[in-house]
């Protein structure tokens, strides 16, 4: 005898396969993008890197192992002074970028009152949006021995001429401080985001209890707003290890090695050189050094979470 399904017990079942139909439909869209773009590439890449193979020999690619691996490794091109080079870059940069930061976010959230206030912002959002390959141009400009706009300020005070970018004691330093008044706005605005997730009622309550400042900020800001302000670090030294576009336009690596970074011995390799075995090599050891560093920054942030918990 056939057993007679109830169709009230049966809506809800129908109910949730039609949802997770509309869920695949909605997301297959997105996975295709991943999946074509992200996926095929990457496995492309590490295929890519046993082999050895340039596009100006002519010459199928030929399989070779982990040779590549073992020739970075072995300090092939100099790759651990270069990226011993980008890690001081990335963090002297969001340091620096973080306090000053935090610190005009501050001065930005006590002074709601400032006449001028939303105009000063925005203006200090502004390097923010430039693109940086533009940013490097204007600076390339500004820093020039011969007519730069920096090097007649210093020679209106008496003082001698100086080649930023020519000289190997300037050069990674005038780099760096272009990366920092590039990205030090953002990091006003993860502050300014951190600020705005502290509870009105708990600032109150430490006002209404005469705490000082420096307790305030410690127990009451840092305590909600520490998260997104790690975040902004976290997204900070990820791009800052990828800088390559405001390098290219400045120095293009140089004077000699003192302002080549990991990106831009990868660009170089892989389309100056075109040696694609070996630059795809590269692309998977500094992966490797990405998501190492990023787990360990997550790690870290799951820590001290679960401790304030």
Same mark, same amino acid.
């Given at each position: 005898?056939?057993?007679?399904?109830?169709?009230? +017990? +049966?809506? %809800?079942?129908?109910?949730?396969?039609?949802?997770?139909?509309?869920?695949?439909?909605?997301?297959? %869209?997105?996975?295709?993008? #991943?999946?074509? #773009?992200?996926?095929?590439?990457?496995?492309?890449?590490?295929?890519?890197?046993?082999?050895?193979?340039?596009?100006?020999? @002519?010459?199928?690619?030929?399989?070779?192992?982990?040779?590549?691996?073992?020739?970075?490794?072995?300090?092939?091109?100099?790759?651990?002074? *270069?990226?011993?080079?980008?890690?001081?870059?990335?963090?002297? @940069?969001?340091?620096?970028?973080?306090?000053?930061?935090? @610190?005009?976010?501050?001065?930005?959230?006590?002074?709601?009152?400032?006449?001028?206030?939303?105009?000063?912002?925005?203006?200090?959002?502004?390097?923010?949006?430039?693109?940086?390959?533009?940013?490097?141009?204007?600076?390339? #400009?500004?820093?020039?021995?011969?007519?730069?706009?920096?090097?007649?300020?210093?020679?209106?005070?008496?003082?001698?001429?100086?080649?930023?970018?020519?000289? %190997?004691?300037?050069?990674?330093?005038?780099?760096?401080?272009?990366?920092?008044?590039?990205?030090?706005?953002?990091?006003?605005?993860?502050?300014?985001?951190?600020?705005?997730?502290?509870?009105? +009622?708990?600032?109150?309550?430490?006002?209404?209890?005469?705490?000082?400042?420096?307790?305030?900020?410690?127990?009451?800001?840092?305590?909600?707003?520490?998260?997104?302000?790690?975040?902004?670090?976290?997204?900070?030294?990820?791009?800052?290890?990828?800088?390559? *576009?405001?390098?290219?336009?400045?120095?293009?690596?140089? %004077?000699?090695?003192?302002?080549?970074?990991?990106?831009?011995?990868?660009?170089?390799?892989?389309?100056?050189?075109?040696?694609?075995?070996?630059?795809?090599?590269?692309?998977?050891?500094?992966?490797?050094?990405?998501?190492?560093?990023?787990?360990? #920054?997550?790690?870290?942030?799951?820590?001290?979470?679960?401790?304030?918990?």
């Amino acid at each position: 005898m056939a057993a007679v399904t109830d169709p009230i +017990a +049966a809506a %809800p079942r129908r109910r949730a396969d039609s949802h997770r139909g509309l869920v695949f439909i909605l997301l297959a %869209p997105v996975l295709a993008f #991943f999946v074509v #773009f992200n996926t095929i590439p990457l496995l492309w890449l590490l295929g890519l890197s046993f082999h050895n193979f340039s596009l100006t020999s @002519g010459m199928p690619p030929e399989f070779v192992g982990f040779q590549n691996y073992y020739q970075l490794w072995l300090g092939r091109n100099n790759f651990w002074g *270069d990226l011993s080079r980008t890690f001081t870059f990335v963090a002297v @940069g969001v340091t620096i970028q973080t306090l000053l930061g935090v @610190g005009l976010g501050l001065l930005f959230w006590g002074s709601r009152t400032m006449p001028g206030r939303r105009i000063a912002l925005t203006l200090l959002f502004a390097p923010m949006v430039l693109t940086p390959v533009a940013t490097g141009t204007f600076f390339r #400009f500004i820093y020039d021995p011969n007519f730069g706009v920096l090097n007649q300020m210093i020679q209106g005070l008496g003082l001698p001429m100086v080649d930023f970018l020519g000289s %190997p004691a300037t050069a990674y330093w005038a780099v760096l401080a272009v990366d920092c008044w590039m990205w030090t706005p953002f990091m006003i605005l993860m502050t300014l985001a951190a600020l705005g997730s502290v509870p009105k +009622a708990e600032l109150e309550a430490a006002e209404i209890d005469r705490l000082p400042f420096r307790k305030r900020f410690t127990l009451v800001i840092l305590h909600h707003g520490k998260f997104i302000l790690m975040l902004g670090i976290l997204l900070r030294v990820i791009d800052s290890f990828k800088t390559l *576009d405001l390098i290219i336009p400045m120095t293009k690596g140089g %004077p000699g090695q003192q302002t080549r970074l990991v990106a831009v011995e990868l660009n170089k390799q892989a389309f100056e050189s075109f040696n694609m075995g070996f630059s795809s090599a590269y692309a998977v050891y500094l992966l490797l050094v990405s998501i190492a560093m990023t787990s360990v #920054f997550i790690f870290v942030l799951n820590l001290r979470r679960r401790r304030g918990s």
